[in-house]
């Protein structure tokens, strides 16, 4: 526990009241001018940090809500004030830090387990290794230690980020939301210094959630043509970061994602435990988006099973497209009308029509799947290299 510009902050960067010691039970709330003190002071407030209450900040009850509770994400980010930057990082490493920390959510991205249709060993995985580690700490310890790393690979648009926003929504963990212009740096020898800032920093905030977006772009196999020795030496930083994690004991998970798996380091590989195909959905899963985006839209002969069974080989991104192009007839009817009709009242309620098959059946035919271009080489590496949940 330490206590900043009068707020009193614990190991994981939520609000406590500022006289409660920990209890959460009195006191009133933040005021604007602890507000500004503390983000002086490092602290980053996340959302209407003025308006904390001391009773909403503190630990409470199974019962009491707040941020331990999983039914109320969005109040976790509401609440969340991040730790200042380690004491051990100094001079130009607190910078780097400082880069870094601007990659942590500090807003939820209102992505829910329940919004992603299908999916569901890659889910599973992904709870047992973030969330019940969290909720069970005393059952995961030597062997049964909680997954260090999951890589989710697969074709284009088949959920794998939004299975990344799903984590940082869901799982109450510090997210670090890594791309590759946030560890590579046009300065020598600093690539190599943000990747180490980055651990630390998800281990001072542990539990923290490491994700790296597509990471064929940073960990290409080594020893590749015209590879340039800056970026061999990143690499093999960020491969002796993540062999630290398996020896430490401190809960950070590292989720990465692609779409070409195979050029991937094979040092890499092994240092993601579970490696979890994300395919194209099943017509089941088709039938869920379609019923989900086109609810209240169509027609009452307009079928979801027919739309299922025509976008064999589309992935979720191409379904979506197929709704929308849908939805879109109606509109474009209706806009064609109130040009020919003149000036229209901005008081008028406009009201579009339904969609119909013809709608449908036109927009199935105007937008082609976009994820078939390598399906042969994710069935060879999944049988190679995948692994089941």
Not at 122 to 147: C, D, H, N, S
Not at 328 to 341: A, F, G, N, Q
Request: hydrophobic share 40%; glycine share 12%.
């Amino acid at each position: 526990m330490q206590r900043i510009a009068g707020v009193a902050v614990d190991g994981r960067g939520a609000v406590l009241s500022a006289g409660s010691g920990g209890g959460g039970g009195g006191g009133g709330a933040m005021s604007r001018e602890d507000v500004a003190a503390a983000q002086l002071h490092g602290l980053h407030v996340a959302g209407q940090a003025a308006h904390l209450s001391a009773n909403r900040g503190g630990a409470q009850g199974p019962g009491g809500g707040g941020s331990g509770s999983d039914s109320d994400p969005e109040n976790f980010f509401e609440r969340r004030v991040l730790k200042p930057l380690p004491p051990q990082l100094q001079g130009e490493l607190r910078d780097l830090g400082a880069a870094i920390t601007r990659d942590i959510f500090t807003d939820s991205p209102n992505v829910r387990w329940d919004d992603i249709a299908g999916l569901d060993q890659a889910k599973r995985l992904i709870k047992e290794a973030v969330v019940m580690p969290i909720k069970y700490p005393q059952l995961f310890t030597g062997l049964l230690a909680p997954w260090k790393g999951v890589l989710l690979y697969g074709p284009p648009g088949t959920g794998k980020t939004l299975l990344a926003k799903a984590v940082a929504t869901e799982c109450r963990t510090t997210f670090f939301n890594i791309s590759a212009s946030s560890i590579i740096s046009k300065w020598r020898g600093d690539s190599e210094k943000l990747v180490r800032v980055l651990f630390e920093l998800a281990r001072y905030h542990a539990p923290s959630t490491v994700f790296l977006d597509e990471i064929d772009a940073l960990m290409a196999a080594r020893g590749g043509e015209g590879e340039h020795e800056a970026s061999r030496r990143m690499k093999t930083e960020l491969l002796i970061q993540m062999d630290g994690l398996a020896r430490g004991g401190e809960l950070v998970f590292v989720l990465a994602a692609t779409n070409l798996p195979w050029e991937l380091d094979m040092a890499l590989l092994r240092r993601l435990e579970k490696r979890i195909l994300v395919p194209l959905p099943n017509s089941a899963a088709r039938r869920a988006m379609f019923g989900t985006l086109l609810a209240g839209r169509c027609a009452a002969d307009v079928s979801v099973d027919m739309l299922a069974d025509k976008t064999e080989g589309y992935s979720g991104s191409d379904v979506a497209v197929v709704a929308k192009e849908a939805a879109m007839r109606p509109l474009r009817r209706l806009m064609s009308k109130l040009e020919l009709d003149g000036p229209v009242d901005p008081n008028m309620r406009l009201e579009l029509g339904p969609i119909t098959v013809d709608d449908a059946r036109a927009a199935l035919e105007v937008t082609k799947p976009s994820a078939r271009l390598h399906e042969d080489k994710y069935r060879k590496f999944n049988d190679e290299y995948g692994q089941l949940a």
